[in-house]
């Protein structure tokens, strides 16, 4: 028998190494959101409402292309575990090559379908005029967003390497942070811009970002992408569909039943979307800070699976669980302590700012929940068997659409009653994700031998 303790200490390190840049990487696609939240809700309540309400549906979309970037790094890891370089190689070029088709194909999207978001999200008025201007400026970022930071990046998390992703997105969160009062507000020359404003500071910040880790990343020339000749990979496109499909449909799915209790809620409260924006964003930044050890495990996982190495695969789910865990604790009570100076950066609406601490346990529950859900659904995904989690998904996010519309509908827990339905998701998410993980995890070990230490 192998020394798991042993093994486990030699792993936490690298857990660590790539789990906490990776994890600032999963801000570089949503810190936008944060800061011009932050910004915008001090602006003006009619361009937080707006902004609040068209954020979703643009994750919902992108979703494509983050189930592309995940199956990447799954594919890469596996090769890489297997020793053939050769294909991870393979695998990497096409990334570029799928980023650059999708990079223009969403920008031509947002620029013709703005309209029809902003009426399906039930806006009207001054807050539908400014998400339309909202989503028009701001998706000039898929311009290069695909090709100068989310191949990049998804190749470098396979191989274990995030910490100029870190940087990158330090200095992309920086510059948008100046930015967004100088075109918001204006400054000399510039004149004020309001929600166009925050739009034009993510595209400038995105661009440093891009800008930083395309050097280092062509500079090194990870993979030998630029010296191999470019070639078709047989069975790359079906491989990757297979992987990258069910987790876009449970992002979509997922994007989709919550852009749709955002259009209950602006249809049943005054600011609505925005009430349920804060709170959403307070939760997700604590499992954002902590997702990065759900790449660390996706990657460590596909490499022990591809080399069919039980221990090292026990080994990386004791030490992800244990640090995670950790972490996540921390952040929470940090969180929770600071949780006055917190919320009323994200408005100066005073109704807002009350209900989001009225229901600030509840949020915090929904993000601690979250931590073992994230363990197991990336252990399945870096198997390779992310289609598992869609198939929970399918059980779970209904029900929480179902459990809101009649909270909303039916009863007077108002806000309250979503958190409430949301945690019943989680809850569902975490029993099922962790016995089919137990069940995948037993099928393999019992045909493996385990190498000694």
Sequence with gaps: MPNYKTLTRKITPLVLAIGIPASFRSLSLYIQQIIDTMYIGQYSSDSLLALSSVVVPFWMFESFWIGIASATTV????????????????????????????????????????????????????????????????????????????????????????????????AQSATNIILDPIFIWGLGPIPELGIQGAAIATVLAELVAVIILSVYFWKHNYLNIKTNKITPLQGDVKERLSLGMPITIEIMIWSLSTSTIISMMNNKFPLGGALFNVGFLLSDMCYRLLYGFDIANMSLIGRAFGAKRKDRMVATLRSVTRSKWIAGITIMVIFYILRFPIVRLFSNDQIIIQTTLDNYLWILSIALITLSVGINMSTLNGMGYARYCLYVSLVAIPLRVILAYWVLYHTEFGIAGIWAATIVEEVVRIGLTYIIRNHMLDKYWSKWTVAKV
């Design 75 to 170: 594919m890469i890891a596996q090769r890489i575990g297997a020793k053939n370089k050769n294909s991870a190689t393979k695998v990497a070029q096409m990334t570029f090559l799928l980023g650059i088709v999708l990079s223009l194909s969403y920008f031509v999207f947002w620029q013709i379908l703005s309209p029809t978001v902003a009426r399906l999200m039930n806006l009207t008025g001054i807050p539908a005029d400014n998400a339309i201007i909202y989503i028009r400026t701001v998706s000039f970022v898929y311009l290069f967003r695909f090709v100068g930071i989310g191949a990049p990046a998804s190749i470098l998390e396979a191989l274990g390497n995030t910490r100029m992703i870190m940087w990158a997105t330090l």
